[in-house]
């Protein structure tokens, strides 16, 4: 089975950035294509950023373009998610994702991470 596990959440001021991990275990990291997810308190779990299997293709929502990149490093079986000039919205819960196709648009998510909090303030 695959295990992933967030790391990398923090508190820092609007206009930080932060970069998140999300560590895969199995064998079957390079063949999924992976995404983060983002829950802020009283929200519904909203999609962020995805990836395809070899990171040959990226996606992400409107509201993260621009100050948020996605990649992945499958020899090293992680995915991140570099976040950029940090805004007060950006607080929530973050948890990665992997699905069970290779392509985008992720879908048919079968691993979910335990999460990781991001607090952006002022």
């Known amino acids: 089975q695959v295990q992933l596990v967030e790391s990398g959440g923090g508190l820092v001021q609007a206009g930080g950035s932060l970069r998140l991990s999300c560590a895969a275990s199995?064998?079957?990291?390079?063949?999924?294509?992976m995404g983060w997810f983002r829950q802020a308190p009283g929200k519904e779990r909203e999609f962020v950023a995805a990836?395809?299997?070899?990171?040959?293709?990226?996606y992400y929502a409107d509201s993260v373009k621009g100050r948020f990149t996605i990649s992945r490093d499958n020899a090293k079986n992680t995915m991140y998610l570099q976040m950029n000039a940090l805004k007060p919205e950006d607080t929530a819960l973050y948890y990665c994702?992997?699905?069970?196709?290779?392509?985008?648009?992720?879908?048919?998510?079968?691993?979910w991470g335990q999460g990781t909090q991001v607090t952006v303030s002022s």
């Open positions: 994702a992997a699905g069970a196709y290779r392509d985008l648009p992720l879908r048919s998510i079968e691993y």
């Open positions: 199995g064998r079957t990291f390079s063949r999924c294509a």
């Open positions: 990836i395809s299997w070899n990171g040959g293709s990226t």
